[in-house]
């Protein structure tokens, strides 16, 4: 039997692991915020992956964003080493979900199955994918016990709220260093190759204004207002010349093949109160508005002229309102990333996606970002992509769920990769 057959029968006999695998996941709730039941998790991922031969480790992320002794950052590292040394494959994982929100049908920590689909929040997002690449690791290691190289899995906290006590904190202590490609199974679909993501940058802009009694506004000075020429400029200038802005990034959805801005929120004038406060608001001109901004870039533009947009904006504003002053403050950046087609990752997941599906693999990059930034940035690693099972229209929706007969391809696909990367 050829390596193909062979890891197809391999992971045709897991079939029910991989499901019970998935439903184990998706039962322990590992909601983020505000980061709950990540030391369970991890203990489950390292009793599994003991069992397969693997040496573990339980990184706790502390003095990261979000670690706590309530709610402490736990990661799992797990390696397992071959016959001979060579490179080092690694899966990326994370082991968070969103919050369950409104609209369920199903329990969203039931991990049911249904017509072939396993339902639960994070079945797609990701424990569909961190499963498939537990059974793809366990089986290619029954194929080819003899291989030449290293296998890692990492279950890592936090992706969903920025990857800082996860990714990051790993990257930050020389995790991946030892690592020579690495494959997050994202819910990407299981004949897509996600080779990166834009780029991100958010800003915070407040306008200043004077308080003055409300019955006389024109003694002070309305913070809103000038915040509302400000978004008057933006849909003027800023917004055209945004969807001008085509790149060559194969981002997915297609509306996302371009520039972007989300104005997060604004708030002026006095604070909401509490819901149980049952006066009547005070009369006041407000004297501070700010708007959080949440701009999304391509390759082909780089941060210096993307900040120097929204300050130009600004400034137009400036020349046409007297009294308007404002402020702009950075929150949070992260560079575009593409890793290159010819990368030794990319060659043999699309390989792989090929002798699986009977088709080439489409190339694609995310809107937004996830754990990759970090491995680039930090990690310095370029051969880096996110391919795995699920659809990613379903990620954070009720009723999320991944189809069984998916993860049981990506799984062969991952496997497969495998073989290729140590070198056949
Ligand atoms: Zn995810």
Not at 143 to 154: H, L, Q
Not at 218 to 226: E, I, K, M, S, T
Not at 260 to 265: A, D, E, F, K, W
Request: negative net charge; charged residues 30%; hydrophobic residues 40%.
């Amino acid at each position: 039997m050829d390596i193909r057959a062979r890891l197809h029968k391999e992971i045709a006999a897991r079939r029910d692991d991989l499901i019970a695998l998935t439903q184990d996941l998706i039962r322990i709730p590992t909601l983020n915020p505000p980061g709950a039941n990540y030391r369970e998790i991890c203990d489950y991922l390292d009793r599994r992956l003991l069992r397969a031969g693997f040496h573990t480790e339980l990184i706790r992320a502390e003095g990261a964003i979000g670690d706590s002794d309530k709610h402490p950052r736990w990661n799992i590292v797990a390696r397992r080493e071959g016959k001979a040394p060579g490179q080092c494959v690694h899966f990326n994982s994370h082991i968070d979900v969103v919050e369950v929100g409104h609209g369920w049908t199903t329990d969203p920590f039931g991990g049911e199955v249904k017509d072939g689909r396993i339902y639960g929040r994070g079945a797609c997002d990701m424990k569909g994918g961190l499963a498939a690449s537990i059974i793809a690791a366990e089986a290619f290691i029954a194929t080819c016990p003899d291989y030449a190289g290293a296998i890692e899995i990492s279950g890592t906290a936090d992706e969903e709220s920025g990857g800082f006590g996860g990714v990051a904190y790993l990257a930050e202590k020389g995790y991946y260093a030892r690592v020579d490609h690495v494959i997050i199974p994202e819910p990407l679909n299981k004949d897509r190759i996600c080779l990166g993501h834009r780029g991100v940058w958010w800003a915070e802009v407040e306008t200043k204004g004077e308080i003055a009694h409300g019955s006389m506004p024109f003694l002070g000075d309305c913070a809103v207002r000038h915040m509302g020429a400000v978004v008057a400029e933006m849909e003027d200038s800023l917004f055209p010349a945004l969807a001008r802005k085509r790149t060559e990034m194969p981002v997915v959805p297609e509306g996302a093949r371009q520039s972007t801005l989300n104005i997060n929120s604004i708030h002026g004038g006095e604070p909401e109160q509490e819901e149980d406060y049952t006066g009547m608001p005070s009369a006041c001109v407000p004297d501070r508005c700010r708007m959080v901004i949440d701009r999304r870039f391509l390759i082909e533009e780089n941060i210096d002229e993307v900040q120097a947009e929204i300050r130009d904006v600004l400034e137009r504003v400036r020349d046409g309102r007297p009294g308007f002053d404002y402020e702009i403050k950075e929150l949070f950046r992260v560079l575009p990333t593409m890793t290159k087609r010819d990368a030794p990752v990319v060659g043999a997941v699309s390989k792989a996606v090929e002798q699986v599906m009977g088709r080439e693999a489409d190339y694609v990059v995310s809107p937004g970002t996830y754990d990759q930034k970090h491995i680039d940035r930090i990690g310095r690693l370029k051969n880096c992509i996110a391919y795995g099972p699920g659809v990613l229209d379903l990620a954070h929706k009720p009723d999320e769920w991944v189809g069984i007969e998916d993860m049981m391809q990506s799984a062969e696909v991952m496997a497969l990769a495998l073989h290729d990367l140590f070198g056949g």
